[in-house]
């Protein structure tokens, strides 16, 4: 910190930091490292914290500086720990570990007032940062709030409180806080907005979680746990009846022994199968998250295709750009149809019925059985397989165990417990050893229904896997096999259990669900509030496009208004309102002095006015005792003494002065 040097003969009166501020800078800081502790390592943010608790503590009991080299340790420490943790000082992550260990480094030197300033400005600047994380309603309101303890610290740094007023900083922080929000609402609405930001943090996606562009058994169990919202569909009409509710992602063609994989078949550059559509058309609009994948999901089939995608040959959407933000789309489903039923093209078919040489042998055995009883008949093999699936012993159980090198035949034939991945896996080997055409199905089922709002929520716990198989006549036909199996063993999927359509949930998860559409109004009103959006806001008065023009000239006009507002409440307001409580009491003394005819000229000071109303009023000695008082409090202390304040204030308001008449 740079040192101040007094002249000589003069005394500065240092601009040191008060106990009051500093605790609450802590507190501001410690509320920062809060804000961002969901997206930083647990051990990481715990030792800033308990850094930041010793430096208070140190404070408050020693009142020593903390040592210089101990501060430039930090200051080298803190990049070097980033670097090592996330191999780069660059992304959102790492910036936001380096930012907060930086901010902890400046408490550890902060002693005075313009330190713990700029501690303030910085630690805001943090604050706001960790909305590039999350921006949903609930964790905007607790930002938010956590700018009371700032704007307290603020307030705390002015004179004209005492030291033990912690709890009366935080009120002018919230009136502060609350008047900001016009404000904050009206530049939301009225800066012109870009089509594209002018720069922006690297994302590699990472910690986001959704559904991968493969599958083995075991992979989506952290998704069949997780709650977060997936997307939020709108229908035109009625919903679709539950059993219908499949919405499909990708589809897998290629099985390696372990995992199920996209394969050549699905990159191939063929128009779509033919769909032949049994019953009216289903539209909606879905709003889906951001996955950062290319997967675009909509109701088993979709038959048209939204802006910005394309459709595959099997009916899979697939966004041109990654959805690295949330995006809604219009989509046109059949939900009873007939795909492809004419017949499978060789490749295609070569494609459905491939399986790797040297795995499994024994679900191949059972397979040739089936196909050497039903000849054939596709029909009666599925049948046999889900009779397998009902009757064999098998169980659902997100707790499934490990699998070997045979992972179908162990599953089959020795563990017997699994979810939707092991039981789409098995199923669609066991089609194709058995030479009926089969693929695996990857996307979401069920939703919760929101008759309040009206619309359909989807979480990631609502992930799924089936299978399709080609029967000749029908095409391609949705068969689903988790749904045949008898015995369900749910364990705390934290309000899941989408993927078997129902089993116990947590008291809570309806209320959620319900609340969610609160956080539907928020996604699409606030954070979908882009450019588009902005465009369109004059248009319930006409304008059918709003341009920066039009929405610079309304700012100003908006601004223009404040500024009269304010003007008209500042002549509203009292004058000569005393700034302090000695300010009111010597403005007090004045106002009897003048019922006497003692008035203050305009260009005199208070020594010179106290001394003439002292000599116009020799009999009372009174009034020179108070003046000087005033004169001690007002200039011999940095901030008068709160105790003596109220003690002068008590004097005056007893002070009656009579002029005698001579």
Not at 282 to 304: G, I
Not at 577 to 595: F, V
Not at 613 to 640: G, K, V
Request: aromatic share 10%; net charge positive.
């Amino acid at each position: 910190m740079k040192r101040q040097h007094a002249p000589p003969g003069t005394r500065v009166v240092a601009s040191t930091l008060g106990t009051l501020p500093f605790n609450l800078l802590c507190l501001t800081v410690l509320c920062v490292l809060a804000a961002h502790a969901p997206h930083l390592p647990a051990w990481y943010t715990a030792t800033l914290a308990a850094i930041l608790i010793a430096r208070w503590w140190q404070r408050r009991r020693h009142h020593h500086r903390v040592p210089a080299w101990l501060r430039l340790v930090m200051l080298v420490a803190v990049p070097l720990v980033v670097v090592g943790v996330y191999g780069s000082p660059f992304g959102r992550e790492a910036g936001a570990a380096i930012v907060c260990g930086l901010l902890v480094v400046k408490v550890l030197e902060s002693e005075s007032v313009r330190d713990a300033r700029m501690a303030v400005g910085f630690a805001c600047f943090i604050l706001m940062s960790a909305l590039l994380f999350d921006q949903s309603l609930g964790y905007t309101i607790v930002v938010g709030l956590m700018l009371l303890p700032a704007l307290a610290t603020l307030r705390a740094l002015e004179p004209g409180l005492p030291e033990r007023g912690g709890l009366r900083a935080f009120r002018p922080a919230a009136i502060l806080l609350a008047v900001s929000l016009p404000v904050a609402l009206v530049g939301f609405l009225l800066i012109p907005r870009l089509a594209t930001p002018l720069w922006g943090a690297p994302d590699n996606g990472q910690g986001v979680t959704g559904i991968s562009d493969r599958m083995a058994p075991g992979d989506i169990h952290a998704l069949l746990t997780d709650t977060a919202v997936a997307m939020r569909i709108g229908f035109d009409g009625a919903p679709p009846p539950e059993s219908r509710r499949y919405f499909r992602g990708m589809l897998l063609w290629e099985f390696d022994g372990r995992e199920w994989l996209p394969g050549a078949a699905a990159r191939r550059p063929w128009p779509p199968a033919p769909v032949g559509i049994r019953d009216p058309l289903t539209r909606y609009e879905v709003t889906l998250l951001p996955s950062h994948q290319h997967w675009m999901f909509a109701l088993d089939v979709p038959v048209d295709t939204p802006e910005g995608a394309r459709m595959g040959p099997d009916h899979t959407l697939r966004s041109i750009q990654p959805i690295t933000h949330t995006i809604r789309y219009r989509v046109e489903s059949a939900t009873d149809y007939r795909l492809d039923p004419e017949g499978l093209a060789p490749s295609i078919r070569a494609a459905a019925l491939e399986l790797p040489e040297g795995f499994d042998p024994r679900a191949r055995a059972l397979a040739a059985r089936w196909r050497a009883q039903a000849g054939g008949n596709g029909m009666a093999i599925v049948r046999d397989a889900l009779d397998l699936f009902h009757d064999g012993g098998f169980v659902y159980d997100l707790d499934a165990p490990p699998l070997g090198r045979d992972s179908i035949d162990d599953f089959l034939f020795g563990t017997k417990t699994g979810f939707c991945e092991h039981y789409a896996s098995a199923f669609t080997f066991l089609m194709r050893a058995a030479g009926v055409p089969a693929r695996v199905v990857v996307g979401y089922q069920g939703g919760y229904w929101n008759d309040f709002a009206h619309y359909l929520l989807i979480r990631q716990s609502d992930a799924h896997a089936w299978s399709e198989v080609w029967l000749a006549g029908r095409g391609w036909v949705r068969v689903d096999p988790t749904a045949a199996v008898s015995k369900v063993i749910l364990a705390d999927t934290g309000g899941a259990a989408g993927d078997v359509g129902g089993g116990s949930v947590s008291w809570w998860m309806p209320w959620r669900n319900r609340l969610d559409v609160v956080n539907r109004w928020w996604g699409q009103t606030v954070v979908g509030f882009d450019a588009i959006q902005q465009s369109r806001l004059f248009h319930p008065f006409g304008v059918a496009r709003t341009t920066a023009q039009m929405l610079g000239a309304a700012l100003a006009v908006a601004v223009f208004l404040a500024l009269a507002a304010g003007a008209l409440l500042a002549s509203l307001r009292p004058r000569n309102r005393p700034r302090d409580a000695l300010a009111g009491a010597q403005l007090r003394l004045q106002r009897r002095l003048a019922h006497l005819g003692i008035v203050r000229e305009n260009a005199e000071g208070p020594r010179d006015f106290y001394a003439r109303a002292a000599a116009a009023l020799p009999e009372s000695p009174q009034l020179r005792e108070l003046a000087d008082e005033y004169l001690i409090l007002r200039y011999a202390f940095p901030e008068p003494p709160p105790e003596r304040t109220r003690v002068f204030t008590r004097r005056v308001r007893n002070f009656r002065p009579r002029r005698m008449v001579k």
